[in-house]
């Protein structure tokens, strides 16, 4: 189950402040230059721009897969940016989940126990995680691929199960980056419409970014990042 913040009632995941500096061949790259955001429990959110505008940058702040120059990332109230790595990782595993452009399944496992292996890394039962882990692949479509090695399923199915391992723990929130940039239109649009309707089953935040505006407008807010900071998309 998520955690909660009864005293505080605080969104699932925000930042405050963010600043991300980069050093390039002896030069200050400044990537985002001070970024705030909320983020409320199952809203869905796009966030759009041009390449190298920040956008992956901003979903590895939020994820804790980076740790900004200046602010801060809080996530389900308490401070994220300022934990120790091994308790950003536990928390991470607990209450984020990830889906990329790329789906990075590990090749030597089936779908079954890549979907699973989230829990796996926690050390939980492994009947259960893998019984969690069926029940996910059936909901997404993929009941009869369970045993099947990433190599033996089609793009967008790999990116199917990418979404069942990311929702397997039941997050607070989901960051997709550019989750159909490599699928041919048909199967991209199958995912986009999975991860919409997993985020009103489960009423998990959904954040996106994505290059797609047409997709970006189907979601609750657009926001556009733009010279390091972000502000509500015109159309």
């Not at 994220?80 to 308790?87: D, L, T, V, W």
Request: hydrophobic share 40%.
């Amino acid at each position: 189950m998520n955690e909660t913040n009864s005293a505080t009632h605080a969104p699932p995941l925000s930042c405050h402040g963010l600043v991300r500096h980069f050093r390039e061949q002896g030069r200050v790259l400044e990537v985002l230059r001070g970024v705030d955001l909320e983020i409320a429990a199952g809203e869905r959110l796009a966030v759009v721009g041009a390449s190298g505008s920040g956008k992956t940058t901003l979903l590895q702040l939020l994820g804790g897969l980076d740790t900004p120059t200046r602010g801060w990332v809080q996530l389900n109230g308490r401070n994220f940016s300022a934990m120790r790595p091994a308790e950003r990782g536990s928390r991470r595993n607990r209450h984020i989940g990830f889906v990329y452009q790329f789906h990075h399944l590990l090749p030597e496992f089936s779908a079954e126990e890549n979907v699973a292996m989230p829990l796996l890394i926690r050390r939980s039962d492994t009947t259960e995680a893998l019984a969690n882990a069926r029940a996910l692949l059936e909901q997404v479509g993929l009941g009869e691929r369970l045993m099947h090695r990433p190599a033996k399923l089609s793009g967008g199915e790999r990116q199917r199960v990418a979404v069942a391992r990311a929702l397997i723990t039941r997050p607070s929130v989901v960051l997709a980056d550019e989750p159909t940039g490599n699928l041919d239109p048909e199967s991209g649009e199958q995912v986009f419409e999975l991860l919409l309707k997993l985020n009103r089953d489960t009423g998990t935040a959904l954040v996106v970014v994505t290059h797609d505006f047409k997709r970006a407008r189907r979601m609750d807010r657009v926001l556009a990042l733009r010279d390091g900071r972000l502000a509500e998309a015109g159309n």
